[in-house]
Every structure is written in structure tokens, then in C-alpha cells.
């Protein structure tokens, strides 16, 4: 390329990012870093980078962008600018594309292939620049390779040049992240009117609601129109309501999954007197010019990929666009002359929407992210300078994942295994499914179940097919063989190049269920489920329960591993695709542990080893001699959670606990400890391994346990002074002048302790008794003699003299042969009927 600076600015000067070149040079030879914020439109992602390499640099630049279809077209008006083919001093690679030759300068490169390369060259050697375009996305990559750039830069490489280029961003902390300086313009922008609905739309009504306001549009506009909708899905259905209903106007549908002469048909100009329709994802927001928009029609929707730390899984939800995203979306109706915008939302909600787009880091699966910074060559991910750290438990969550995926070491080294996942273009399940494939039938097996789970379900609207991974891979080796892929061209196509990948051709050999569930569980060795019963509910390994089809052939099978699923929402998931698990397969991913633990519908102690997987059970075989230590200390803390069902708390050892507390209550000096049930169960190892051995060995079951005198276990607790001074201040039971020992009742919340006694047997007792050394009469219950209460009274005395005589009218007509006294002070107690 010979073209100078001062030549592509004399050549491009109608673009408003020409006003800049000469200035972002000048501040890239100074401080090796810059800011440049330009609307849409002004050629800052096309002619500056131009401009840059035009100054002398020696290396390269690279230029990351957010999208596969942005980076493909930018890089091809690039080459365009010059006069090129792509692929000579412009080049652009992407997932399983690639146009870069041995003459490439500027290199346009999305989707993790920046920081792969850094993995593999942390000095980023040969490269002078790097460009991070449409910033403002915050993409999870765009903010790793940004932070892994500056750590090259800080560390390794002060000479090299970073660059931030976006439209709506905030410059002032990303300038002092860098220690960059702003360089901005204006761009030639026209006035946007904006029309709110008068109603908001939901989700399930966007397709509709899209293709009714592009038809007013159309007949109120002049003008090509450009209409945001979520995903393909919804264009799919937009385009299908339009029909033929704009005459000869062109609907067209642009979205990533297209076929590049497609998307190119959608971006390229409309010709003349001709006008367009373009149903596009938020790939059209930025980057990508749609020359000719003069209407924009926005769902105010878009679709976001929303991990689950509680489950580790990733969904797409349609969420509510934030303000910036639709003033990016309105701009582009101001790019040619004045437009309109019709916004499908009202007023309130408008006030309601976010200011900003939160940053992908927030709420993203880290596995990738973290397996690529220990290729990078870093283990804390904290200390790295982020521009918004990511959050600590999910960091933590993706390094435990990859430490089971056997990619890092317990120090978050990278390992030999790991690195190879780091180097393949795709998350790093599929790339450890895809390495765990050892001969050429399973390693294309591996290519077809990833190309399978990466796109959309084909089968998944048929009736009667269910989660079996088997149908699908059959389909598509049926398909494969006939040389008519049809609906399988996309699944196809990827896994076409997932052979090229691992450098293999694709094998239509026959498969069992077996040998797809043993590479899904290589995958997701958390998903591996065991059937809870034969109905197609099952427990993962993780511990979450997931269900399938009642009629689905898979429930016949005890074990299978999910390979995709919807979290329940606080209840059972539900499985997708599935396939059966071996149980030479289970062998690989079990490990034996010791379990000893107190189980009480089970009796009592459980004492055996276990082959697990995760939380699930494979097979279990009797462990013998266990410690007599780590039993006491299992019991132990089984009695603080089940004590009291664990062990028998009588009447009579809670009798003892009402009158320990209501001595301690009297006495405080005494310092009598508290025996209440839950305090003596929060500190259980202080006193029942004294009472845990029988014959020798130690008891272990609940028959055992419930055996132990709790009773016993209490007094003892108390000093021998103690129990002294506890049995003479309340004594358990009272001698009545009949001679019968009558227990005394202790009462929780009341000092005062109750004696029921038959009335007979205390003729002749002149005084109430007392405890607490004389200074508390007791209540005294006095009975029938059937047993059934005739009076309640603390003053003896007070009830011979008065009450007695009433009483004893009904007791003498009730009870004839019983003796019934005129003085009772002074007569002979009576155990039962008067002797002859």
C-alpha cells in the first residue's frame, strides 16, 4: 500500500473522521493510546485505521470488532477504500474464516480470536495497534481482550498502541484507564422526529406489531425502512406477515446466521426508485451503514444471553433495550436527511428504561473467559486491570468448572488438556468433548453433537421425537450421506468445519446412544442424571433435578447426560437433548469417597464407601473400622440438628430441668449451669462421647441412642455440691402424714411447684409444705378419692377450717365407705377405705 495519510484524507475528506486522522496520529505517537468517539457514519472505523497505517508504522494493526458480519463488511470497505481485493493489505478473520495473506496490515478479527492469539503470544509480537470498535457493546471478549492488551501493554509492550473507537461512550474513564487522551468529532447528522406507541408491546406480539407500523410507515414515508427486532425468529415472522403486501418494495431479513450475499443484498444500497425493507437484528445498530434508511421502526426489544450462577447455565431472554441503544437505533433514519422514528413503546416506559446497557462481564458464563487468561498466563483474574471486574462468585463458579473439565490445576494453572480447549473456537465443553473423541468415528461424532447443540434444534417442532441426541445425529448422517442436507445445511456446515478443526472427514459410521452420552458427559460431567424413578425425573450430578416427556424412550434408561435443558424455576428442569450413559462411562467421571454419616430414617450411623459423581450414588460397598473419634464427632453433630428425636427426653428428665432452672432462678450465686434442652444439644461433644460406648464398641444406632438415661445425663452434669443443694431446696417428692411419698410437680414459668395428693391421706397435716428452705409453700392439688381435683390451695390450714366442710358434703354422698372426719386437723390419714 503507498497511499499516504495526507492522500486517503484528500481522497475521503466528505467523511467527518478525516477532520481527525492528522490529530489521533499525533496523540498515538505521543501517548500510544486514544479514545475516539464519532457517531455512525463518519468513517471512524473505516478510514482511521487506514490513516493509522499510513504514518510508518512497522507491525500490524488489528482491529477487533463485536460482530461477524460487522467485521466482514468493514474489512471489505476497507479494501474497497484502497482499491484491493480482501485479503491483500485488508484482511478479516472470524470463526472458520479466514482472508489474511503474508501482505496483510490491517487485520479485522471477532469472537475470541484476539485473545486465542494472545494465549499463544502475550507480546502480541509483529502487532503495533490494536483497535477495540463499538466499544460501547461491552461484549464479554471485547472487555478481556481490552484488559489483556493493557496488561501486555503495562508489562510487556509500552510501545504498543491502543485505540477505543465507539459512538455513545462514556471516554473520561476508559481515557483514564489508558492514559489516553479523547480525540472526537462531529458527525453530519439530520433531525429525527420520534413517534411513541400509545400502548407497549410484549414479547410474544413483536412480530405483529413490527409488521403493522412498517406497513403505516411505508404509506406514510418516503424512503427505505429499517425495523430492530430481537432474533431471527421474529424476522423470520415479520417477513412472513409483510408477505407481498408493499407491492414491489423489497422486504429484505439481516441477521448472522445469513449466507453472506444475503446479508450483503440487505446492507447494499437500494437502487433507483427503488425502495427496501430491512428486518434486522441489533447487528444493524452500529458498525454496519445502511445507505438509503430514512425510517426506523424499533420493538424496543433485543435478545440477551443471560447466564444462571445457581444452575451454570446460559439462556437467551428478550429484554427491554436501554436509552442509549435506541438513540443508536433512532440515529440511523438521520444518516441521509431528516427521518423518523417510530418507537413500539410509550412514554412511561421510555422514562423507565435503563441509561446505559449493563456490560456482558456482569451476568456472562466466565468459563471461556477465565480458561483464556490462564492461557494468557495469569491465575489471579482479580488483580487484572479491568475496566469492570467481574463478579467474584462466578469467577470462582468457572474455575471450579474448568478445574472438572480438567483444564486448570488446583492453582488455576493452565494444563497441557486445557491448552488445547484455549485453541479451538468454541467454548471450552465442546472443545473437551471434541478431545475426548480418540478414534476417527468418535472425533466426527464429537463434530456433529457440537454443530448440533450450537444451532437451533431442527427437529425440536416434530411430534414424537423427544430429547434423543441419536435422532438428531442420525438425521444428520442420513442427510450427509444423500448429499442433501436441506434443513441440516447450517448444522452441516458447522460441523464441517469442527472436522476441519480437529483435521478429520466427516464419518456417517453407525453410532450407538451410548457413545453420544459418554462425549456429552465429557461435556457436561455436572449434567451426568440418575432416574429418580420411571416417570423422567432425574437428579444431575449438581444436585438440580430435571425432568423429561413422560412418553420419552429416554425415561427407560437409569442414566443419561443432559446435554441442554431450561432451569425449573424453583422446581424440576426440564431436559431438551439427552443421551444415555454406559456404566463403563460412569467410571470415568466417579470417584470413591468414604462416607460416614448419621442418617436417621436409615437407623443411625452410615458407615461405606461410595462411588460418586457429584451428589449421585454409582454403587457402595461396607466400610469397616472407622475411627472411634470421627464416629463421636458424626453423633455429635447429628445430636445438635436431630437431638431431640435422637434421644429420649422424658417427664421425669424434664422434671429434673424445671427444677435445676427454678433453683438457678432462686439462687443465682449458686451458679447452676442451664440444662434446658437446647443448650445441652448445642455442645453435645462436652458430654455424650461419655455415654456413647456399650461392650467395648461405640453405639451407632437411634434404638442405641434412645437407650441413654437422659435423666442421669443431667444430674451428672451438676457438681456433687450441687445436687446436694438442688435436693434439699427442691426436693422431687413430699412424705404425707398417710406415709405415701407424692412427687412434686415443677412447673415451667412458675416458682411455685404443685403437690396432688388424695385429700385423705393429709388429715392431720396442720401446714402447707414448703420449699426453697421454707420460703415457698407448694400449691397443693387436693383429690378425690377417684383422683379427680376437689380444691387448689397454698394455706392448709385456712381449707380444714372453712372449705373442708363444704367439700366434704359431696365427697361423703359420692364416696359413702370412705372416712370423712368432723376434725381433720386432728384424724388419721387414709391411704383408701376406712378399715373396720
Known amino acids: 500500500m503507498t497511499m499516504t495519510t495526507k492522500n486517503i484524507i484528500e481522497k475521503y475528506r466528505m467523511l467527518p473522521a478525516a477532520t481527525i486522522a492528522e490529530e489521533l496520529n499525533g496523540v498515538l505517537n505521543q501517548h500510544h493510546a486514544a479514545v475516539v468517539v464519532a457517531p455512525p457514519g463518519a468513517g471512524k472505523s473505516t478510514l482511521l485505521p487506514l490513516t493509522m497505517l499510513s504514518r510508518g508504522i512497522q507491525g500490524r494493526i488489528v482491529m477487533l470488532e463485536p460482530r461477524r458480519l460487522a467485521a466482514r463488511q468493514v474489512a471489505l470497505r476497507m479494501a474497497q477504500m484502497l482499491g484491493e481485493e480482501v485479503g491483500q493489505t485488508v484482511g478479516y478473520q472470524i470463526r472458520f ?78 481515557c483514564q484507564a489508558l492514559g489516553a ?50 432474533g431471527q425468529a421474529d424476522i423470520v415472522r415479520c417477513a412472513e406477515l409483510l408477505g407481498t403486501s408493499l407491492g414491489a418494495t423489497h422486504v429484505c431479513q439481516l441477521y448472522g446466521n445469513l449466507p453472506p450475499q444475503q446479508q450483503y443484498e440487505a446492507i447494499c444500497p437500494s437502487a433507483q426508485g427503488e425502495r427496501k425493507v430491512v428486518l434486522a437484528t441489533p447487528i444493524a445498530e452500529t458498525s454496519l451503514t445502511i445507505e438509503g434508511i430514512r425510517i426506523v421502526v424499533d420493538c424496543g426489544f433485543y435478545r440477551k444471553l443471560v447466564f444462571d450462577p445457581t444452575n451454570d447455565l446460559s439462556h437467551l431472554e428478550t429484554v427491554r433495550i436501554s ?114 473423541a480418540r478414534n476417527l468415528p468418535e472425533k466426527s461424532l464429537a463434530c456433529d453433537i457440537a454443530a448440533i447443540l450450537e444451532e437451533k434444534d431442527v427437529m425440536a417442532q416434530e411430534s414424537n421425537v423427544y430429547s434423543d441426541l441419536l435422532l438428531r445425529v442420525s438425521a444428520l448422517q442420513d442427510a450427509r450421506r444423500k448429499n442433501a442436507l436441506g434443513r441440516w445445511k447450517r448444522v452441516g456446515k458447522v460441523a464441517a468445519e469442527y472436522d476441519r478443526t480437529v483435521g478429520i472427514r466427516p464419518s456417517n459410521a453407525y453410532v450407538a446412544r451410548e457413545d453420544i452420552g459418554a462425549l456429552v458427559a465429557a461435556a ?82 452410615v458407615a461405606q464407601k461410595e462411588m460418586r459423581i457429584g451428589t449421585l450414588v454409582v454403587k457402595t460397598k461396607p ?96 457438681s456433687y455440691e450441687q445436687q446436694q443443694v438442688v435436693s434439699r431446696l427442691a426436693p422431687t417428692y413430699i412424705v404425707v402424714p398417710s406415709g405415701s411419698k407424692i412427687q412434686l410437680r415443677y412447673r415451667n414459668g412458675s416458682e ?76 388419721m390419714a387414709q391411704k383408701g377405705v376406712r378399715r373396720k
Open 323 to 436: 436509552k442509549d441503544m435506541a438513540r443508536q437505533r433512532a440515529g440511523r433514519a438521520g444518516r441521509v436527511e431528516k427521518g423518523t422514528c417510530f418507537r413500539l413503546w410509550t412514554n412511561a416506559t421510555q422514562q423507565r428504561m435503563e441509561e446505559q446497557r449493563q456490560p456482558e462481564i456482569m451476568d456472562a458464563d466466565l468459563v471461556p473467559m477465565v480458561l483464556e487468561i490462564a492461557a494468557f498466563g495469569e491465575t489471579d483474574v482479580e488483580s487484572l486491570p479491568w475496566l469492570t471486574p467481574p463478579p467474584r462468585g462466578n469467577v470462582v463458579r468457572a474455575v471450579k468448572e474448568l478445574r472438572a473439565l480438567h483444564a486448570v490445576n488446583a492453582e488455576g494453572q493452565i494444563t497441557p488438556l486445557g491448552r488445547k480447549m484455549a485453541s479451538m473456537p468454541c467454548h471450552p465443553r465442546i472443545a473437551r468433548m471434541m478431545l475426548q
Open 623 to 718: 466400610l469397616g473400622n472407622v475411627p472411634r473419634k470421627l464416629l463421636e464427632n458424626i453423633i455429635c453433630e447429628a445430636a445438635k440438628k436431630e437431638g431431640k428425636s435422637m434421644l429420649s427426653w422424658t417427664d421425669k428428665t424434664a422434671a429434673l430441668q424445671e427444677r435445676v432452672a427454678l433453683v438457678a432462678q432462686w439462687h443465682p450465686e449458686l451458679g447452676l449451669p442451664d440444662l434446658s434442652t437446647d443448650t445441652v444439644l448445642m455442645q453435645p461433644e462436652k458430654w455424650l462421647p461419655f455415654y456413647l460406648e456399650k461392650d467395648g464398641k461405640v453405639i451407632t444406632t437411634v434404638s442405641e441412642m434412645r437407650k441413654i438415661d437422659m435423666e442421669s445425663v443431667l444430674w451428672n452434669m451438676l
Open 97 to 174: 474464516e479466514k482472508k489474511i495473506s503474508s501482505k496483510t496490515r490491517i487485520e479485522v478479527v471477532t469472537e475470541g480470536i484476539l485473545t486465542r492469539r494472545m494465549a499463544d503470544d502475550p507480546t502480541l509480537e509483529g502487532v503495533s495497534c490494536v483497535i477495540f470498535d463499538e466499544f460501547h457493546e461491552r461484549n464479554l471478549q471485547s472487555d478481556l481482550a481490552f484488559c489483556l492488551a493493557q496488561q501486555t501493554r503495562n508489562i510487556l509492550r509500552p510501545d504498543l498502541d491502543i485505540v477505543v473507537m465507539s459512538a455513545t461512550i462514556d471516554a473520561t474513564a476508559i
Open 524 to 605: 457436561y460431567p455436572e449434567r451426568i442424571a440418575k432416574a429418580l424413578d420411571h416417570n423422567g425425573n432425574y437428579r444431575m450430578a449438581n444436585g438440580e433435578e430435571v425432568m423429561l416427556d413422560a412418553a420419552d424412550p429416554l425415561t427407560s434408561f437409569p442414566w443419561l447426560a443432559i446435554a441442554t435443558l431450561h432451569a425449573g424455576n424453583g422446581g424440576r428442569g426440564r431436559a431438551f437433548l439427552a443421551a444415555p450413559v454406559s456404566s463403563q462411562s460412569l467410571d470415568d467421571y466417579a470417584t470413591w469417597w468414604d462416607n460416614v454419616t448419621w442418617i436417621a430414617h436409615q437407623g443411625g450411623v
Open 752 to 827: 411455685v411447684p404443685v403437690l396432688s395428693v388424695r385429700l385423705q391421706e393429709c388429715f392431720g397435716l396442720t401446714e402447707t409444705p414448703r420449699v426453697n428452705n421454707g420460703k415457698i409453700p407448694v400449691l397443693m392439688e387436693l383429690l378425690s378419692p377417684g383422683f379427680k381435683p376437689v380444691q387448689l390451695t397454698t394455706d392448709l390450714r385456712s381449707f380444714w377450717q372453712d372449705t373442708y366442710f363444704e367439700v366434704r358434703k359431696e365427697l361423703r354422698r359420692r364416696y359413702p365407705k370412705h372416712y370423712w372426719p368432723d376434725n381433720p386437723l386432728e384424724a
Open 181 to 230: 487522551r479523547e480525540v472526537s468529532c462531529q458527525g453530519r447528522m439530520y433531525p429525527v422526529d420520534t413517534v411513541l406507541a400509545k400502548e407497549d408491546i410484549s414479547p410474544g406480539e413483536i412480530a405483529a406489531a413490527v409488521a403493522a407500523t412498517v406497513g403505516r410507515a411505508h404509506c406514510e414515508q418516503e424512503g427505505d425502512i429499517l425495523a430492530f427486532l430481537p
